[in-house]
């Protein structure tokens, strides 16, 4: 597993209170992690600051499982 | 001291309602930032009342109308006193005129100040208050806000906006312990009031039950009852203080 995906997963387990294997690359945040509209909101404005990235509403609402968040960050690092 | 450890920022707490805010707020144990947009000497002074009487405040200037200003006034606020609980909305100004005669510059000044100022200060103020899981917002409206006032439609207009911002907050903050309520003043002796005529005065407590106007104090008490723990499951409300002129 890549760095990125490592950094992501503590977030998210932070953010949403789930538990680390439940954090898997196909998982969506709403219908398996159990995310509501402001926990969402919250962990872009975590992995902004984590990441030092800005992420723009339109990127915001395409992401909605745990491996779009990591493609979505390292292919820009 | 039930607000010992939480910092507040009061915005436009140089004079008047937000300076007996300030000072209340500071009294019951909270670090105060005193907001001002021009009057630097006297933010100088709620910030001396406050530390003379034991308190910790620091002045900080930013025009709330200004996203940019907001912004690096909190980012000030942090860096001094690390975290940020209690936030109060209260920099207003009017320019008052009846209709046909009420300028757009009149128009948008009331409005950018009083209503998108809220909005620039509430989200500016949205990380810390998320992160911490615990927050007060409270948005100083008037009780114009709820009946109108001739001469005072910008006014009046921004007051009851503050109402519906303050409960969609109410609402979508709700689930993090951030509550958000507002507190709508009458007649309250002020720099904004000395200026009224005596005729106007009298004229103006007729309907007022109390038979007075109220005192800058009397708002700050609301406010810092708000701001307490106590009011922990009071979320989305508007407390009038009037002396009974609107029921």
């Known amino acids: 597993m890549s760095a990125v995906f490592n950094r992501v997963k503590e977030i998210i387990v932070e953010q949403l209170g789930v538990e680390p294997e439940e954090v898997k690359l196909e998982a969506s945040f709403v219908d398996d992690l159990g995310a509501d509209s402001l926990d969402i909101v919250e962990l872009i404005m975590a992995l902004e600051e984590e990441f030092d990235l800005q992420i723009p509403d ?3 609402e395409k992401i909605r499982k745990v491996g779009e968040v990591i493609k979505y960050i390292e ?3 | 001291m039930e607000l010992e450890g939480r910092v507040a920022i009061v915005t436009g707490s140089s004079r008047g309602i937000g300076r007996a805010i300030a000072i209340e707020l500071s009294r019951r144990g ?4 005193v907001n001002y947009a021009g009057n630097a000497a006297a933010a100088q002074e709620t910030a001396a009342v406050i530390t ?3 308190g910790r405040a620091l002045a900080v200037r930013a025009d709330v109308a200004d996203q940019e200003q907001v912004e690096a006034m909190m980012k000030q606020i942090l860096n001094e006193y690390g975290r940020l609980d209690i936030l109060v909305n209260n920099a207003g100004i009017t320019r008052d005129n009846l209709l046909p005669r009420l300028r757009e510059s009149d128009w948008d000044a009331v409005l950018n100040v009083n209503l998108k100022g809220a909005y620039n200060c509430a989200k500016a103020v949205m990380r810390p208050m998320l992160k911490a899981r615990w927050g007060r917002i409270i948005n100083i409206s008037s009780v114009v806000g709820l009946t109108g006032n001739a001469g005072q439609a910008n ?3 921004a007051k009851a906006g503050l109402i519906g911002f303050t409960k969609s907050l109410a609402r979508e903050l709700g689930s993090r312990s951030i509550t958000v309520n507002a507190v709508a003043p009458g007649y309250i002796m002020t720099d904004m009031t000395d200026g009224l005529a005596e005729e106007t005065k009298s004229k103006m407590l007729a309907g007022v039950p109390l038979n007075r106007f109220g005192k800058p104090e009397e708002i700050a008490s609301a406010v810092a009852f708000l701001a307490g723990e106590g009011a922990g499951y009071i979320t989305g409300q508007v407390i009038v ?6 029921m």
């Open chain 1, 58 to 60: 339109e990127d915001a």
């Open chain 2, 241 to 246: 203080v009037d002396g009974g002129m609107t």
């Open chain 2, 30 to 33: 909270a670090a105060i930032a």
């Open chain 2, 52 to 54: 003379a009487a034991g």
């Open chain 2, 155 to 157: 006014y009046a207009a």
């Open chain 1, 75 to 77: 292919e820009r690092k």
